[in-house]
C-alpha cells in the first residue's frame, strides 16, 4: 500500500486515507488466524502417510524415510500457500506497483534457474 | 543557446541551462551553508561524488597493487627458480620468511599471488572502479539527481569495500599466507587449504578470503540497491528510459547482476566458511584420503556445489566487469565522433538480454566436470546466444563510427583500442564455448588470454578512458593530452606482446596456475614462432614490467593534473549529457539549476544547427520538431 | 581439410594422435577461420573508418550516418556459422564422446585415481575384475587400498604416474580423486575430464599413433600442481603384451613406489620427489625428443 | 539539499525510494536463501540411502517458533496501520510485542533448541559390521518393507571419557527408543515428538564404527543445513529486532512528531523485512522439521 504522494500534507485526505487502513486490520487478523491454522495443518498432515505415486516424478532417489514422496509436494504446497498469504496480504503485493512486480518476476525467475538448473546438472551425469 | 559552454572558467559558474526553457529557477537551493569539517567532507562523506572519487583512488590502488603481484610473478614465470633482483630480497620481509626465501618464490607464494591476483583485479579493482566509482560519481550527474537515493547507505558500502579490501589485504600477513586456491577458491582444495599445524582456525589465508568476500558483497548489495533506486526514482524531469545515455543504462544492468547473482555465492562463501570452522561437509564428499590419512568429516557433500554456485555468480561477474565499459565506450564514442550512437535501441535492448542471459550460461566454465550431453547442450546454446548480443553492441560501437567527425584525443584514443581488444577477447570465447574445443582448451593460457583480452586492454583501457574523460567533471581541470599518449601506445603495444603470444602457448597445451612456467614440461618446449613455449615467457614478462613503466606517466599525470592542469571550462569536450551542465567540480547537490531533458542522449550534428551538438536541457523549438518527426513526444 | 588444418598449426596446435581427435580440431579450425574473417573484416572496415572519417577529412559529422540495414545481415550470418557449428558439430561430438562408449572386450579399461600429485592407474589384470578398494587399506604400498582378501583383485595392476596402452584401441578411463579435483588431461589424445573425489567421470579415446605422451593436471589443486604429471605411452601390441608381462611379474611385490607420507593434518610439504624438476633446473635441452610422438611411429 | 520522494511518492513509478530499496533488497534475500535452499535440495538429492536423517527436531517447539514469528508478522502489520491512523499508542503496544515475539523466538531457538543437539550422539556402523547390530537397527524387517536402511546407533553418550581415551573400546550409549526397539513398526516413520533416550544402553565396540558425531553442523549434511540455514535466519530475527527496537525508543518519536508519515514509511520498510524473515521461515519448518 502506497502514500498518496501528498498524505503528509492533506489532513482531510489523511482521514479518508486512515479510514482505509482500519478496514484493512481485521484482514490482517484474519489472515494470522490462517497462517496459524495453517501450521497446524502441515503438522498435522506430516502424520499422514501420502504414499509415493509421485515416483514417477522423481524418478530418482529423494532421500525419505519410506517412500512418502507426496508429503514433499504436500508440505511444500502448503508452505507456498502460506508463504502466498504473507506476501500478497501483509507485504501488499497484493496491490502494489507494475515496477516492484517486475523486480520480482524476475527474481523469482532467476530463483528457478538456479533451482532448476542445479538440479538438472546433477541429473544428468556421464555414465557408462 | 550557446550559454551551456562558452562561459568563463570562473568559480562562480554554473548558471549552466538556465537561459533555456521555461522552468522554474530553484533560488537559494542549496545555500544553508554549514561548513563540513575535514573528515565529514572528505573522509566519512555522504556526496556521491567524494565516495565515487575515495572508490576511485581505492580501486586504482587495488588495481596497481594486483598488477604488482603479477609483476612478481612475472619473474618467476619467465625465470623459474631464479632469485628476484633488487627487490627479491625484500619481500620476504613483508610477505613473510615463506614467501620468498632468499629471492626464490616458493609454490604456495606462488598460488597466493595468483589467487590474490585474480580477486584483487575483479572484486577490488575494477568492481570499485568501473561500477561504484564511474556509477557513484557519473550516474547521479547523468541523470541530473542531486545525490544518490540513499546517501548514508552509499557510504556504508564504501566503507564495507574498505573493510572488505582491508581484510583481504591483511590475509598475506597471516601464518601461511593468502589464500592459495585460485579466486575460483574450488573445493575441496580450499576446504583443506590454510589448517592443521601452524594455521590459525579463522585467522588464515583462506578463512580471511571467505570474510573478506562478505564484506565486498555487502558492499556491492548496498551499491546496486542504491544504483537501482536512483535510477528508477531520481531521473530528471523529461529524462524518460529512452532517453538515458547509454552509460547509465549500462550501469543499471551491471547493478541487477550483482544484487541477483552474487547472493548464490555468498551462500556458497557462509557454506565454506561453515566447512571451515564448523567441521560440516558441504563440499566433502566421504571417503577422502588427504596427504595420505582419510579425511575424518560426515561427507555427503558435493564438491561440484561450489562450483555451480561460484560460476552463478561468475558469470553474470565477467558481465559486471565489461558492462560499465561497454557503458563508458558508448559516451566517449558519440563524443568523439560528433554523432549519436548508431542504433541505440538495439544496444540497450542487448544489453538487457546480456544481462538477462548471462544468468543462464554458468556451467560453460564446468564443461569437463563429468556433464552428460543434454545439459552441455543446453549451456552450449545460451553460451552462444549471449555472444549474440555481444557482436550487436560491437557492431553497433563501429558503425556509429561511419559519417563521424573523428577527433582524437586521449579518452578516445583508449576507445579506440578497446574496441578491436575485445573484439579480440571476445571472439576468442566462441572456441571456448563448444566444449568439445574447450576440452581441448580449458585452463591453457588460451583461456587466460580470452579473458585477459576482455578485462586488460577491454575493460581497464575503458577505465583509462573514463578517467580522462571525466577528470575535467571532477575537478575543473584536464589531464595532459601529451602525457596521456605516452601512457597509452606503449600500454596499447605492451598489452599485446603480453597477451598475444598466450594464445600460441594455450595451443600448445600450456597450462595455467604453473609455477615453473612450463618449464619442467616437455610439451613446453615445443616451438612455435621461433620461441618455446616456455621461452616465450620471457618477452611477455618483459612487455608485463615495460606496462608497468608506462603506467608511471599516468600516474603522475592523474595526480598532477588535480592541482596543476588546464583549467577548462563545463563542458570541455562539447558533450550533451547532463553531467556537463552541472559546474565542475559539481557542488554538494550537483546543479545549480534543477536540469529538465528535453531530448535524446547523443544530440551531436544535428542538421541546420550552427553547432555540432545540442545538450539535453535545451528546448526543442517548434521548426525543429516539424523537422524531426521521429523524436518521441516530450514527457511530462 | 588440410587448409583448413593451417590455422591451428598456425597457432602451434601439436599434432593429434587420437581418433576423434581431427573432430574436435576441425571445430578448431572452422571456429578460428570464423573467428578471423569477422576480424579482419571488422578491422579493415574500423581501419577505414578512422582514416575516412577523421577529423581533418570529414569536418562535420552525418548526424544520421549509416542508414542501411547491413549489419543485420551481418548479425545474423553469425547466428547462422555458430548455429551450424553448434548443431552440426559440437552438440553431435560431445553426445558421442560421452553417450557411445565402446562395449564389449575390445576396449581396455582403466581406473585412474589423482592424487596430490601424482597418478595412480588400477588395470583389472587378465581376469578383467577389478579387485575392490577400501579406504581403510590404504597405506603407502597400497596406494588405491586394494582388498587383498578379494580374489579379483590379486592379478590387478597398479601402476604410479605412467600408462600404457595398445595402439588403435578403445581406452576407456574411469577417474577420481582421492583427495581435491584433478584434471585428467591428455591434449595429444585431445581428451581431458576432472577427477572428482566422490564421483566417478568416465572418458574414452583410441590413441592411433604410437609414441609417448604427456599427461597434464589441468585443475590448480595445490602447490605441487605445475608439477602433476603423467605418462601415457601408446605400445604396438606386441611391446603392450611385453609390458603387460613384466608388470604382472612385478604385481604384488613393488605394484608401486612409495608415496610421500606425511603425519595427518600437516599441510603438505612439496610435490613427490622425482615427478617434480627442481626450480632452476636446466632447461630441457632438446625439447619434443622425449615426449612427442615418434614421428616414425605407426 | 533534498533528496526527492524519500516520504512523498514519484509520480510516475507511483513509489517512494525506500519502498523500491528495500524490495531490491529482498529481491537479493531470495537469492541467498535461494542459493541455501538449492543447496540444500542438491545435498538431499546426492544423498544416499539412510544418509539423510528424519524426524530429529522437536516438531511441538518448531511449531510454537512458527507460530511466534506469525503473531509478531500480525503485530508489525499492526503497528503500521496504527501509525497510518496516528495512534501512537497503539503502535508503540504492538511494536513492543512483535519485539517480544523476536526475542522469544531467538530464545527459543538458542536455549531449547540447539544446546540438546550437541549432547545427543550418533554412531555410525560400518557397512560390514551393521549386520552385528542388527538389533539396534533392525534392518531386516526393513529391507523387506522396501525402508531405508539405518547405518546409525543414536542416543545419550554414557561415557564421553571414550572419545578422547583411546584405551576405551567401547562406546555405551542409552539408545533413543528408535534403536532400542527398532522392529516395532511404530519406529518406522520419524518421531514427530522427541522421545527420551531408553534406559537401554547399547555397547558399541569402536572398531566397527566408522565415526562418532554429535548432533552439530559435523554430523551431516542435513545437520550442517540445519544449522546454517536457521543460524543465518536467526542472525536475521536479530537484526529485525534492533530495528525495530530503535523505531520503539524515544528517538523515532521525535520523528513520528516531525512527520507521521516518514516513521510509518519506516515501519512499513522494516515490516516488509520482517514478513520476509516470516516468509523463509514458513519454509524452513517443513524442509527440516517436518519432511
Ligand atoms: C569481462 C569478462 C568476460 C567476457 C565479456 C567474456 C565473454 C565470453 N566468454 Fe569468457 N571468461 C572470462 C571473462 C569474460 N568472458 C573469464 C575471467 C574466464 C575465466 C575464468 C577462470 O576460469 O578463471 C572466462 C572463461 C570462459 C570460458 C570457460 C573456459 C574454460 O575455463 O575452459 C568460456 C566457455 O564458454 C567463455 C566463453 C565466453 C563467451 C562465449 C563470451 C562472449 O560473451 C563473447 C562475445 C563477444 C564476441 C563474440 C565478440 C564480437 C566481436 C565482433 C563481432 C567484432 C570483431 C571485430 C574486431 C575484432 C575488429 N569464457
Ligand atoms: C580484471 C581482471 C584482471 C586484470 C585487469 C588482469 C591484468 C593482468 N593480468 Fe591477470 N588474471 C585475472 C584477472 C585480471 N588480470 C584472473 C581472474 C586470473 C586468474 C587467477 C587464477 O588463476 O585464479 C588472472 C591470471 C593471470 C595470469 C595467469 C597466472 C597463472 O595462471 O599462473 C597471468 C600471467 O601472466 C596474468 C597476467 C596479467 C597481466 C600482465 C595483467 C596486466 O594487464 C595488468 C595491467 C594492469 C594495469 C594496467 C593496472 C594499472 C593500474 C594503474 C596504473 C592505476 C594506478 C593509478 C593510480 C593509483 C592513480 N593474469
Ligand atoms: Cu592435480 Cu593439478
Ligand atoms: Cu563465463
Redesign the pocket.
Known amino acids: 500500500m502506497n502514500n498518496p504522494p501528498d498524505i503528509a500534507q492533506d489532513p482531510a485526505e489523511h482521514e479518508e486515507y486512515a479510514h482505509g487502513v482500519q478496514q484493512h486490520v481485521s484482514r490482517y487478523l484474519m489472515v494470522g488466524g490462517l497462517l496459524l491454522f495453517f501450521t497446524l495443518l502441515t503438522v498435522a498432515l506430516s502424520y499422514v502417510d501420502f504414499g509415493g505415486f509421485f515416483s514417477w516424478l522423481f524418478h530418482i532417489h529423494i532421500s525419505q524415510e519410506g517412500s512418502r514422496k507426496l508429503n514433499i509436494a504436500v508440505a511444500i504446497a502448503v508452505a507456498a500457500f502460506k508463504a502466498s498469504l504473507v506476501a500478497l496480504i501483509f507485504m501488499h503485493l497484493a496491490a502494489e506497483k507494475r515496477l516492484i512486480y517486475r523486480v520480482l518476476i524476475f527474481t523469482g525467475l532467476f530463483v528457478l534457474v538456479l533451482f532448476w538448473l542445479t538440479y538438472l546438472a546433477w541429473y544428468d551425469p556421464i555414465t557408462r | 543557446m550557446d550559454a551551456s559552454t562558452s562561459h568563463p572558467p570562473s568559480p562562480g559558474f554554473g548558471e549552466t541551462g538556465e537561459t533555456h526553457g521555461p522552468h522554474h529557477h530553484e533560488a537559494g537551493h542549496d545555500h544553508e551553508h554549514h561548513e563540513l569539517g575535514f573528515w565529514r567532507k572528505y573522509i566519512f562523506s555522504t556526496d556521491h561524488k567524494v565516495i565515487g572519487i575515495q572508490y576511485g583512488i581505492c580501486g586504482m590502488i587495488f588495481l596497481f597493487m594486483g598488477f604488482s603481484l603479477m609483476m612478481i610473478m612475472r619473474w618467476q614465470l619467465a625465470y623459474p627458480g631464479q632469485a628476484l633482483p633488487l627487490i627479491g630480497k625484500w619481500l620476504p620481509y613483508i610477505f613473510g620468511a615463506n614467501s620468498m626465501p632468499d629471492g626464490k618464490m616458493t609454490p604456495e607464494f606462488y598460488n597466493s599471488l595468483g589467487a590474490m591476483h ?1 580477486t584483487i583485479m ?1 572484486f577490488l579493482g575494477v568492481v570499485p572502479v568501473a561500477f561504484a566509482a564511474f556509477g557513484n560519481f557519473v550516474v547521479p550527474l547523468q541523470i541530473g539527481a542531486p545525490d544518490m537515493t540513499f546517501p548514508k547507505v552509499n557510504a556504508a558500502s564504501f566503507w564495507a569495500f574498505a573493510v572488505g579490501g582491508a581484510i583481504m589485504l591483511t590475509s598475506f600477513f597471516v601464518p601461511g599466507g593468502a589464500a592459495k586456491g ?3 577458491s574450488y573445493t575441496p582444495l580450499s576446504d583443506i587449504a590454510d589448517k592443521g599445524p601452524g594455521f590459525h582456525t579463522v585467522l588464515n589465508g583462506q578463512s580471511l578470503w571467505l570474510i573478506g568476500f562478505i564484506f565486498l558483497i555487502t558492499s556491492s548489495l548496498l551499491g546496486a540497491v542504491n544504483f537501482i533506486t536512483t535510477i528508477i526514482q531520481l531521473r530528471a524531469k523529461g529524462l524518460t528510459w529512452m532517453r538515458l545515455p547509454f552509460f547509465v543504462w549500462s550501469q543499471f544492468v551491471t547493478a541487477f547482476l550483482l544484487l541477483l547473482a552474487f547472493p548464490p555465492l555468498e551462500a556458497a562463501i557462509i557454506m565454506q566458511l561453515m566447512d571451515r570452522t564448523a567441521a560440516t561437509s558441504f563440499f566433502l564428499p566421504a571417503g577422502m584420503i588427504v596427504n595420505g590419512a582419510p579425511l575424518h568429516v560426515s561427507g555427503g557433500g558435493s564438491p561440484l556445489l561450489w562450483q555451480h554456485l561460484f560460476w552463478f555468480l ?2 553474470p561477474e ?5 558492462l560499465p565499459a561497454f557503458g563508458i565506450v558508448g559516451e566517449i564514442l558519440a563524443n568523439n565522433s560528433r554523432k549519436p550512437l548508431w542504433g541505440y535501441k538495439s544496444l540497450v535492448f542487448s544489453v538487457l538480454v ?1 544481462g538477462f542471459l548471462s544468468f543462464v ?1 554458468w556451467a ?2 564446468m ?2 566436470t563429468g556433464m552428460g550431453s543434454t545439459v552441455s547442450a543446453f549451456f ?1 546454446t545460451t ?2 546466444l ?2 549474440i548480443p ?2 550487436i553492441i ?2 553497433a560501437f ?1 558503425i556509429s563510427l561511419w559519417g563521424g567527425s573523428i577527433r582524437f584525443n586521449v579518452p578516445m584514443l583508449f576507445v579506440t583500442a578497446f ?9 576468442t ?2 572456441p ?4 568439445s574445443a ?1 576440452l581441448y ?4 593460457y588460451y ?2 588470454a ?2 585477459h583480452y ?2 586488460a586492454p ?2 581497464i583501457f575503458g577505465l583509462f578512458a573514463g578517467v580522462y574523460y571525466w577528470f575535467p567533471k571532477a575537478t575543473g581541470r584536464m589531464m595532459s593530452e601529451f602525457w596521456g599518449k605516452v601512457h597509452f601506445w606503449p600500454s596499447l603495444i605492451c598489452m599485446n606482446v603480453i597477451f598475444l603470444p598466450m594464445f600460441l602457448q594455450g595451443m600448445l597445451g600450456m597450462h ?1 596456475r604453473w609455477y615453473d612456467g612450463g618449464q619442467g614440461w616437455t610439451l613446453a618446449g615445443e616451438h612455435i614462432w621461433g620461441l618455446s613455449g616456455f621461452q616465450w615467457n620471457t618477452p611477455i614478462s618483459w612487455a608485463a614490467w615495460i606496462m608497468g613503466l608506462a603506467q608511471i606517466p599516468f600516474i603522475i599525470n592523474f595526480f598532477w593534473s588535480i592541482k596543476h592542469g588546464k583549467k577548462v571550462n563545463d563542458n570541455p569536450w562539447e558533450a550533451t549529457t547532463l553531467e556537463w551542465t552541472a559546474p565542475s567540480p559539481p557542488p554538494h547537490g550537483n546543479f545549480v539549476t534543477t536540469p529538465v531533458a528535453y531530448r535524446g542522449p547523443y544530440e551531436y550534428s544535428l542538421p541546420g544547427r550552427e553547432k555540432d551538438f545540442t545538450m539535453q536541457n535545451e528546448p526543442v523549438d517548434p521548426s525543429e520538431r516539424s523537422r524531426r518527426m521521429a523524436e518521441p513526444a516530450l514527457a511530462h | 581439410m588440410n587448409s583448413l588444418a593451417l590455422i591451428n598449426e598456425f597457432l602451434g596446435q601439436p599434432p593429434n594422435a587420437s581418433e576423434h581427435g581431427y573432430q574436435i580440431d576441425h571445430i578448431l579450425e572452422f571456429a578460428h577461420w570464423f573467428m578471423a574473417a ?2 579482419v ?3 579493415a ?2 581501419i577505414f573508418v578512422l582514416i575516412r572519417f577523421h577529423k581533418s577529412r570529414h569536418p562535420k559529422a552525418d548526424h544520421y550516418g549509416v542508414r542501411s540495414g547491413i549489419s543485420t545481415h551481418l548479425e545474423f550470418s ?1 547466428v547462422l556459422i555458430e548455429a551450424v557449428l553448434l548443431i552440426g558439430f559440437a552438440i553431435p561430438l560431445w553426445a558421442k564422446r560421452v553417450n557411445e562408449f565402446p562395449t564389449g572386450q575390445e576396449a581396455v579399461l582403466v581406473h585412474v585415481v589423482g592424487q596430490q600429485f601424482n597418478w595412480t592407474f588400477h588395470m583389472p589384470g587378465p581376469d578383467g575384475q577389478f579387485g575392490k578398494r577400501n579406504i581403510d587399506l590404504v597405506t603407502n604400498s597400497n596406494p588405491l587400498g586394494i582388498d587383498p582378501n578379494d580374489p579379483s583383485g590379486k592379478d590387478d595392476l597398479v601402476v604410479l604416474g605412467e600408462l600404457h596402452v595398445p595402439v588403435n584401441k578403445p581406452v576407456i578411463i574411469e577417474l577420481s580423486s582421492k583427495d581435491v579435483i584433478h584434471n585428467f588431461d591428455i591434449p595429444h589424445m585431445r581428451i581431458a575430464a576432472d577427477a572428482i573425489p566422490g564421483s566417478l567421470i568416465p572418458m574414452w579415446f583410441k590413441p592411433i599413433k604410437t609414441g609417448t605422451y604427456e599427461v597434464v593436471c589441468g585443475q590448480l589443486c595445490g602447490l605441487g600442481h605445475y608439477g602433476m604429471k603423467g605418462t601415457l605411452v601408446v605400445d604396438s601390441p606386441a611391446d603392450y603384451q611385453a609390458w603387460l608381462k613384466e608388470r604382472a611379474e612385478l604385481a604384488g611385490t613393488q605394484s608401486a613406489p612409495p608415496a610421500t607420507q606425511r603425519p595427518p593434518g600437516e599441510p603438505p610439504v612439496g610435490p613427490t620427489p622425482g615427478t617434480v624438476p627442481p626450480p632452476g633446473a636446466p632447461k630441457n635441452a632438446n625439447p619434443g625428443a622425449k615426449i612427442s610422438p615418434s614421428p616414425s611411429g605407426q | 539539499m533534498e533528496i526527492p520522494y524519500t516520504i512523498s511518492t514519484r509520480p510516475d513509478t507511483g513509489l517512494w525510494n525506500a519502498k523500491i530499496g528495500i524490495w531490491l533488497f529482498l529481491a537479493s534475500e531470495v537469492m541467498l536463501f535461494g542459493g541455501l535452499f538449492s543447496a540444500y535440495v542438491f545435498l538431499r538429492l546426492d544423498a544416499q540411502p539412510g544418509e539423510w536423517p528424519h524426524g530429529l527436531l522437536n516438531v511441538p517447539i518448531g511449531t510454537f517458533n512458527t507460530a511466534i514469528l506469525i503473531v509478531s508478522s500480525v503485530t508489525v502489520v499492526l503497528a503500521w496501520a496504527a501509525l497510518k491512523m496516528r495512534r501512537y499508542n497503539a503502535y508503540w503496544w504492538y511494536m513492543l510485542a512483535t519485539i517480544l515475539c523476536g526475542i522469544i523466538f531467538l530464545f527459543v531457538k538458542l536455549y531449547l533448541e540447539w544446546p540438546p543437539k550437541f549432547s545427543h550422539y550418533g554412531v555410525f556402523i560400518k557397512p560390514e559390521a551393521r549386520e552385528k547390530y542388527e538389533p539396534y537397527l533392525g534392518n531386516h524387517r526393513r529391507e523387506e518393507k522396501g525402508l531405508e536402511p539405518r547405518i546409525e546407533i543414536t542416543g545419550h553418550l554414557e561415557n564421553h571419557e571414550a572419545l578422547t581415551d583411546s584405551n576405551i573400546k567401547e562406546y555405551e550409549i542409552a539408545l533413543d527408543p528408535v534403536n532400542a526397539d527398532p522392529d516395532n513398526p511404530s519406529h518406522d516413520r520419524p518421531h514427530f515428538i522427541p522421545l527420551p533416550a531408553t534406559e537401554k544402553v547399547a555397547k558399541i565396540d569402536k572398531q566397527d564404527v566408522e565415526r562418532i558425531d554429535s548432533f552439530g553442523p559435523w554430523h551431516s549434511a542435513y545437520f550442517a543445513s540445519y544449522f546454517t540455514i536457521t543460524g543465518l535466519h536467526g542472525a536475521h530475527v536479530l537484526a529485525g529486532v534492533l530495528v525495530f527496537l530503535y523505531m520503539w525508543l524515544p528517538v523515532s518519536k521525535k520523528v513520528y512528531q516531525r512527520n507521521p508519515e516518514h516513521l510509518a514509511n519506516r515501519v512499513e520498510v522494516s515490516g516488509l523485512f520482517w514478513h520476509f524473515v516470516d516468509l523463509i521461515w514458513i519454509f524452513v519448518f517443513p524442509l527440516f522439521y517436518l519432511l
Open positions: 585474480g575483479i585460485g579466486w575460483t561468475g558469470h565477467v558481465y559486471v566487469l565489461i546480456i550460461v560453460h566454465h564443461w569437463l552450449q553460451t552462444l549471449i555472444s555481444s557482436v560491437l557492431s563501429f574496441l578491436p581488444m575485445f573484439g579480440i577477447g571476445g571472439l570465447g566462441i571456448l564455448a563448444f566444449n574447450d582448451l580449458h585452463d591453457t583461456v587466460i580470452h579473458f576482455i578485462v577491454g575493460t595455467r | 569477422l576480424f573484416g571488422w578491422s572496415f574500423f553469425c
